[in-house]
């Protein structure tokens, strides 16, 4: 399967210019967060503001090493 970066994704990436990523088939994980609680809120207001189909998703082993997702909706 090849990963590719939809349009709102890459207007995402180009607004919130993670410096970490990782590149999945249905978006970006985002890594190495320091303030992992604010950054999450600032992407999903990002997202919201700028109406971007995307979700961010983001469980308790991720929080462990720092990173969320974004993912197309």
Same mark, same amino acid.
């Given at each position: 399967?090849?990963?590719? &970066?939809?349009?709102? +994704? !890459?207007?995402? =990436?180009?607004?919130?210019?993670?410096?970490?990523?990782?590149?999945? @088939?249905?978006?970006?994980? &985002?890594?190495?967060?320091?303030?992992?609680?604010?950054? &999450?809120?600032? @992407? %999903? !207001? +990002?997202?919201?503001? =700028?109406? +971007?189909? +995307? %979700?961010?998703?983001?469980?308790?082993? =991720?929080?462990?090493?720092?990173?969320?997702?974004?993912?197309?909706?």
């Amino acid at each position: 399967m090849e990963k590719s &970066i939809s349009k709102d +994704l !890459q207007q995402f =990436m180009d607004k919130f210019q993670p410096s970490k990523f990782k590149l999945m @088939a249905n978006g970006i994980e &985002i890594r190495g967060i320091a303030d992992i609680h604010r950054t &999450i809120s600032f @992407a %999903k !207001q +990002l997202i919201d503001r =700028m109406g +971007l189909n +995307l %979700k961010v998703k983001h469980t308790a082993e =991720m929080v462990g090493y720092g990173a969320f997702e974004v993912n197309n909706a």
